[in-house]
T-cell receptor, first 112, second 112 residues
Framework: GQQVMQIPQYQHVQEGEDFTTYCNSSTTLSNIQWYKQRPGGHPVFLIQLVKSGEVKKQKRLTFQFGEAKKNSSLHITATQTTDVGTYFCAEYSKTSYDRVIFGPGTSLSVIP | DTGVSQDPRHKITKRGQNVTFRCDPISEHNRLYWYRQTLGQGPEFLTYFQNEAQLEKSRLLSDRFSAERPKGSFSTLEIQRTEQGDSAMYLC??????????FGSGTRLTVV
């Protein structure tokens, strides 16, 4: 069945360093969504990517969708302690399902 | 508050008891989802509604689980004869069409 894989599972960075998490799917995606979940909180929607090769930026966050629409990445420049949390990619494919399936997430720790 | 509301926030129940959770979505959203999340994992899809129609139910959901969304407004999730393995955070989310999801704060269920 459909599933997304994310790497790494955990990442510890020094404050100010960059961070990247990668999301890979076995199938072509209609779109991909990214969510952030702070410790003890609930997932919060960040962005949705729809077009092949799409790149979107939100301040220090850069999101990319692969040309084949099978992978995506989230890059954070100059991490801050407020970036701590788990970042989930969620695949949305209308071929079989009409809702998102979440990946396992990448847990980011930022050392001040 | 115009976000997604879930009640109760916490529920402790004895094994074998029935529990019911409520979710009030954002009023303009036509889609409502239930997910379950355990520690260190991504949200796992349970079921979803478009307006009042339940369009999909996960194969992982046993017959002890039932959900309703009367009149296409709030939704309830009932678990009958709870088991220790049902202990998890139960998340409700709503969306308009294929937009990103807005999650509630969740109901944490502990079965003792």
């Amino acid at each position: 069945g459909q599933q997304v894989m994310q790497i790494p599972q955990y990442q510890h960075v020094q404050e100010g360093e960059d961070f990247t998490t990668y999301c890979n799917s076995s199938t072509t995606l209609s779109n991909i969504q990214w969510y952030k979940q702070r410790p003890g909180g609930h997932p919060v929607f960040l962005i949705q990517l729809v077009k092949s090769g799409e790149v979107k930026k939100q301040k220090r966050l850069t999101f990319q969708f692969g040309e084949a629409k099978k992978n995506s990445s989230l890059h954070i420049t100059a991490t801050q302690t407020t970036d701590v949390g788990t970042y989930f990619c969620a695949e949305y494919s209308k071929t079989s399902y009409d809702r998102v399936i979440f990946g396992p997430g990448t847990s980011l720790s930022v050392i001040p | 508050d115009t976000g997604v509301s879930q009640d109760p926030r916490h529920k402790i129940t004895k094994r074998g008891q029935n529990v019911t959770f409520r979710c009030d979505p954002i009023s303009e959203h036509n889609r409502l989802y239930w997910y379950r999340q355990t520690l260190g994992q991504g949200p796992e899809f349970l079921t979803y509604f478009q307006n009042e129609a339940q369009l999909e139910k996960s194969r992982l959901l046993s017959d002890r689980f039932s959900a309703e969304r009367p009149k296409g407004s709030f939704s309830t999730l009932e678990i009958q004869r709870t088991e220790q393995g049902d202990s998890a955070m139960y998340l409700c989310a709503s969306s308009f069409g294929e937009d990103g999801y807005t999650f509630g704060s969740g109901t944490r269920l502990t079965v003792v």
